[in-house]
DNA sequence: TCTGGGGTCCTAGGACCC
DNA sequence: TCTGGGGTCCTAGGACCC
């Protein structure tokens, strides 16, 4: 069977290169993508982590997702940089459109990578590492920021690949390279092998890819059950996911939100959550999909997490019914700690609602269609005014009692 | 001035039924 | 007094990704 031909293409500190670009445009002397320079977020709302890092700040060992203040303990002149996400959503917007003039194969798999299938290409185009290193520079010239380019015969290995020396790079990772490029990688380099799974593998004195590799799949079942054939087989470059959109069945929209200062008030809560149930069933009502589940996440200030969740009588994409059972959730569940953050996640998605009806429920159908229309008008209505101009004279009345139970 | 947000997938355990 | 087993549905929590 001929081997499959994948790219995978990684933009190189996407946010912060994103940034740097912006700047450069508004005027900024220095480009900050040659400073010791972070994206992060923001310390007074209490999510102080780094989003993206410069390749100089790097050097000093800060990461991604690390405490801004453990950053600055590692490099005492660092810049630190908001992040700008309607400018993001634009850079990738353009990434991506850019890509499809190359193969109608291609796969969003982020903001910032993409996936590119040329399998039964090879008349049009008659050397991949040129192809690559076009596309590549291109890109660095039409839009001012560099990517890495991996080139092997399936996502997987193209992946690995692409994570090779950064920036602006081409690299192979081809069926037969597999041995000599990944095997001497440090087990954590592994695709899908993240601190729970790297820890235990070290301490079954398994080091290196190539180490995984070679191990008896009985030896690595009894550790991993399921896992373990995954394991082996990414560790040996095995892998024949599709460059396709995955069609999953549990497809979830969520909200979370930490706040400023940890909550106590029940009231308080609740204010935020019909923010977010606004929030998300508008979501939800613009992908016309209904829901089943409606969970509620709670992480306290102790930064342990839990969260409850109901399946529906019926699916729903009406607010209303939707914050009814998530007060009912919160009700029931939250455990009077104080709460660093809290969220709403709407799940079990799906695009017809008439599945089932309850005996016993007094809505029909027809009436849920019509608050269905009713409630999309009004999402148009925020949409132009801003949300939350207009919402139920119903759900306003909840709000308010709530108020007034304070 | 310590620790984000949005996802998917998997597993374990309990409830319930036959 | 002892106490099956298979199947399904549901929930909570954890691992991993960017």
Known sequence: MEKRIIFHIDVNNAFLSWTAILLLQEGYKIDIRNIP???GGDEKRRSGIVL?????????????????????????????YPPNYYWYYEKSHEFHEYLKQFTPNTLKYSVDEAFLDFTGTKYIYSDYIKLAHHIKDEIKEKFGFTVN??????????????????????HTLFDEEVKKKMWPLPIEDLFMVGRSTSKRLRELGINTIGEL????????????????????NSANGIDDTKV?????????????????KDLQDINELKEILFRQTSEVSRQLRDKNKFCNVVAVIFKNHQFESYSRQTKLDNPTDNTEIIYDKVVEILENSW??????????????LCSDRKTQISLFDNNTIEEDDKNSSFQKKIDEINKKFGSNSVVPASIINKIGKNKLRK
Not at 52 to 79: F, H, Q, W
Not at 255 to 260: A, I, L, R, S
């Open 37 to 39: 320079a972070v994206i």
């Open 52 to 80: 993206a890092k410069s390749m100089v700040a790097k050097k000093y060992g800060i990461v991604t997702a690390e405490t801004l203040y453990s950053a600055r303990n590692k490099c005492k002149n660092l810049k630190v």
């Open 149 to 170: 380019v991996g080139i092997a015969n399936n996502m997987l290995c193209a992946k690995m690949a692409s994570d090779f020396q950064k920036p602006d790079r081409v």
């Open 213 to 232: 590799a070679q191990k008896d799949i009985n030896f690595l079942t009894k550790y991993f059950k399921n896992q373990a054939e995954f394991l082996k």
């Open 244 to 260: 396709e959109p995955h069609k999953s069945k549990s497809e979830s929209i969520s909200v979370t939100e930490t706040m400023p």
């Open 335 to 348: 455990k009077n700690d104080p709460i660093r953050l809290i969220g709403v996640r709407l799940a079990d």
